[in-house]
């Protein structure tokens, strides 16, 4: 049998690491790894494990050695981490909604399609080099190490995925704490994702996690000094916590994104995609349309036009009934969701009050003031406000309010250069959409990669695997290896 010389250097590195016990022509033709092959780790199960401080060790031991891998060898386990959630996409996005009880199982086979084949994995970390008069330097991206990354309930197994691609693309290993009400799905997907890598030749356990996640955890993760990155996807609460911890943190927060309609906008195309936007896994994507500014010469015809695409109308008293339903006096006088409601059917909501909408129907949607509830806050259901404004400038002084300064997302439909540039410069959001659904912006009907964790707060935006890299320089002095 012919092996090359990368397959042996891959079998003696698994070999001396003790984590692969297969005669080398077994490994080497990818024979099933039998279950006392695995490193022998108490209550460890393909990465979950019982202790937080095991799964940070036994993700440092990977690492040493995943650091060493060579880009070719990585793309190989990139590979199989795809080929694995392709086959695994529709039993997880089933499990998601049996689990989480929120959102829509075919809008959730879409974005774990968008995040498999989307993530981009080592290709994206190209080397920098300037050569001149006094040498020649290379700027690289490195591994931080073991990053511990926390995931959200809205998009659970797409998470993982997308994390795990980004980060040990650049040679690190993670560390997650799941969301608590999605930890099964979350361990299956983990466990499986491990297996697949295995089999594609990397060290077990690149990543791991606790098989009961706890805020606790999250404590000992911050306080592990194994840990080098905190990574956090999910509400305010959490990233402001990752925050104070003192160790490198990259944080994807909430959103509220406001999308604007003017009055030279394609009305037809607006109601269209905002309808599919809006309602795109009953809304509990960060960066779904959250509340639309419509200019007055043109909010008859948005209405029409989004009741024709299958939006339910609500009346005044139907509206203020879904407050009651849907929305709880938060803290400091704002409003929050009432988690039973949060990703729900319209169909399911509207008929809580009484209403019985086709069954068709993905959105309700009612005609508020601009400091309505269903405005201000960030409620994660198909419920739409549509606030009729006097002009663009007033649009956009609303837009701004519901935003929150939170810089996520926002999106306007306008045929207006200076609306579309104003508006982007002065909402200030990572992702910013123009004449499409705000989806596009994570390349699920736009250009673009994808990604699951938009890093508004700590600025690194549309993550991928550089985000999680270290920039390294090597300087080589006075020529050398210059040939000018
Ligand atoms: P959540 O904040 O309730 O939970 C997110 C994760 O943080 C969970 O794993 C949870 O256990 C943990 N957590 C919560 N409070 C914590 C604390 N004080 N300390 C440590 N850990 C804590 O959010 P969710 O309901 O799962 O997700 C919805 C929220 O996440 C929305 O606000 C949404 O906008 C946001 N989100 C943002 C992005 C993004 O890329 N920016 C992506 C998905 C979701």
Redesign the pocket.
Known sequence: MDISQQEIEQIVRRVLTGMDTRPPQQAAAGAPRKAQDAPATAACTDGVFDDVDAAVEAAWKAQQVWRGYKIADRQIVIGAIRACARAHVEEWCRKIVEETGMGRYEDKVEKHLATINLTPGPECLTTEAKSGDAGLMLEEYAPFGVIAA??????PTE?IINNTISMISGGNTVVF?????AKRVSAECLQALNRAMVEAGAPANLITMTRE?T?DN?DRLAANPKVRMMV???????VN??LRSGKKCIG????NPPVIVDATADIELAAKKIYEGASFDNN????AEKEAFVEAPVYDAFLHCIRREGAYLLNAQQTEQLVKLCLRQGKNGGWDANKDWVGQDACRILSAIGVNAPADCRLAVCEVNASHPFVLA?Q?MPILPIVKVGSFEEAVEDALVAEHGNR?TSSIFSRDVKHMTEFGRVIETTIFVKNSATKAGVGIGGEGHC??????PTGEGITCARSFCRRRRCMLADGGLRIV
């Open positions: 926390i995931t959200p309930t809205t998009n998470t704490n799941v969301h608590p009400r996640p805020m999250v956090g996807t999910g509400g305010m609460g959490m916590a990752l994807a927060g909430a959103g509990i994507l960060c960066f960030e994660m996520h990604t699951m964790t938009i890093a508004g």
